[in-house]
T-cell receptor, first 116, second 110 residues
Framework: DTEVTQTPKHLVMGMTNKKSLKCEQHMGHRAMYWYKQKAKKPPELMFVYSYEKLSINESVPSRFSPECPNSSLLNLHLHALQPEDSALYLC???????????????FGPGTRLTVL | LAKTTQPISMDSYEGQEVNITCSHNNIATNDYITWYQQFPSQGPRFIIQGYKTKVTNEVASLFIPADRKSSTLSLPRVSLSDTAVYYCLVGMNRDDKIIFGKGTRLHILP
């Protein structure tokens, strides 16, 4: 199984709502990532988890709260978002870093988020 | 992480070979070069990775000159389904971090 799944595919929420994005992989990867991608822009890294611990937070606003409950699951909790947070949210996983070479990251299809 | 420069967009025709060049003048000794492909509304997909000379897989070839300051992704006999954005990335991923550059928007015409 070389697939990363993400739910939901689409999400519309108001600025006062609380919602969560979910990501799952069964490839035994111990590094998992959240990216944000605006239209016609490259993906921007938000968070990295390594062995279920948060290792990188790219100065993301606290209205985005990641969680890694186990080695297969990654959540992104959303609260009090702004319309400018509307984007495609991508989850990815990989083996933990191997010295000297890049690790192939496997991406999910993303969740298209619209904040009204 | 080394900065990369790619053409913003390219057009080609079905059946042609397409070469996309990426410049990475400040590549470090231990950096690998990796290419990803992204279709609209999908996550990026790993295509190929190399360190020097030439790497080939079932999808593409990657040519890296001796000075490693650039690399060329070669897609043989493209089809309409190869229309996508192609990203060149350079770095050791020492901290599991990859930074996507602006990418090249490839448009294949019939």
């Amino acid at each position: 199984d070389t697939e990363v799944t993400q739910t939901p595919k689409h999400l519309v929420m108001g600025m006062t709502n609380k919602k969560s994005l979910k990501c799952e992989q069964h490839m035994g990867h111990r590094a998992m990532y959240w990216y944000k991608q605006k239209a016609k822009k490259p993906p921007e890294l938000m968070f990295v988890y390594s062995y279920e611990k948060l290792s990188i937070n790219e100065s993301v606003p606290s209205r985005f709260s990641p969680e890694c409950p186990n080695s297969s699951l990654l959540n992104l909790h959303l609260h009090a978002l702004q319309p400018e947070d509307s984007a495609l949210y991508l989850c990815a996983s990989s083996q933990v870093k191997r010295e000297g070479r890049g690790n192939e990251q496997f991406f999910g299809p993303g969740t298209r988020l619209t904040v009204l | 992480l080394a900065k990369t420069t790619q053409p913003i967009s390219m057009d080609s025709y079905e059946g042609q070979e397409v070469n996309i060049t990426c410049s990475h003048n400040n590549i470090a000794t231990n950096d690998y070069i990796t290419w990803y492909q992204q279709f609209p509304s999908q996550g990026p997909r790993f295509i190929i990775q190399g360190y020097k000379t030439k790497v080939t897989n079932e999808v593409a070839s990657l040519f890296i000159p001796a000075d490693r300051k650039s690399s060329t992704l070669s897609l043989p006999r493209v089809s309409l389904s190869d229309t996508a954005v192609y990203y060149c990335l350079v770095g050791m991923n020492r901290d599991d971090k990859i930074i996507f550059g602006k990418g090249t928007r490839l448009h294949i015409l019939p």
